[in-house]
């Protein structure tokens, strides 16, 4: 969603890719949440506050909302990885925390994001992932496969949609879930 970086420590560093605002915004007026979720051990590791994240997204929110686009809600796991702590991705928790809170259903959700650790996420939340080749650089999949890969998030919302129209007949409702 954002172009990548190896830690974003700074609002003025912060940047969303082209089309972004768009395709959140697509998403918005097809009545689905869009949620980030996203590891920040740059908090643990004393490379960024909190305060500071809080003024990347609200940063990320005012970008987005130029162009008519909204984020529902942002979780933020603030661990080191080697903490072992369930909120951190591949871990799940951030995940059930935002269903139970918004009343989603994660097996109706889908996980959009630009690492394979995304997809892992997804998978262990019993929901559909697309990898979107842009933002992050490539890596290996270690036997993962997302369910769609896209080129940008503008290709992801795309097949969501059609995914959406798909299931409609079904009476189920889907949810996005955007890192």
Excluded at 9 to 17: G, N, V
Excluded at 92 to 106: D, P, R, V
Excluded at 134 to 147: I, Q, T, Y
């Amino acid at each position: 969603m954002a172009q990548y970086r190896e830690y974003c420590c700074h609002p003025k560093d912060f940047r969303l890719l082209p089309g972004v605002g768009h395709a959140v915004r697509t998403l918005n007026h097809a009545g689905l949440a869009v949620i980030v979720m996203t590891n920040q051990s740059a908090i643990a590791r004393g490379w960024l506050t909190g305060d500071v994240l809080g003024q990347i997204h609200r940063k990320m929110r005012r970008a987005l909302g130029r162009v008519g686009a909204r984020i529902d809600a942002i979780y933020v796991c603030p661990h080191h990885p080697d903490d072992g702590c369930a909120c951190r991705k591949p871990g799940i928790a951030m995940f059930t925390q935002a269903a139970e809170e918004l009343g989603l259903s994660l097996a109706s959700s889908y996980v959009v994001g630009d690492r394979m650790l995304d997809v892992l996420s997804g998978r262990a939340a019993g929901s559909q992932t697309i990898l979107v080749r842009s933002g992050h650089r490539p890596e290996p999949a270690h036997g993962v496969e997302p369910d769609y890969e896209a080129e940008d998030l503008t290709e992801a919302v795309a097949w969501i949609l059609q995914q959406e129209r798909l299931q409609r007949g079904q009476g189920s409702r889907c949810h996005a879930m955007a890192r």
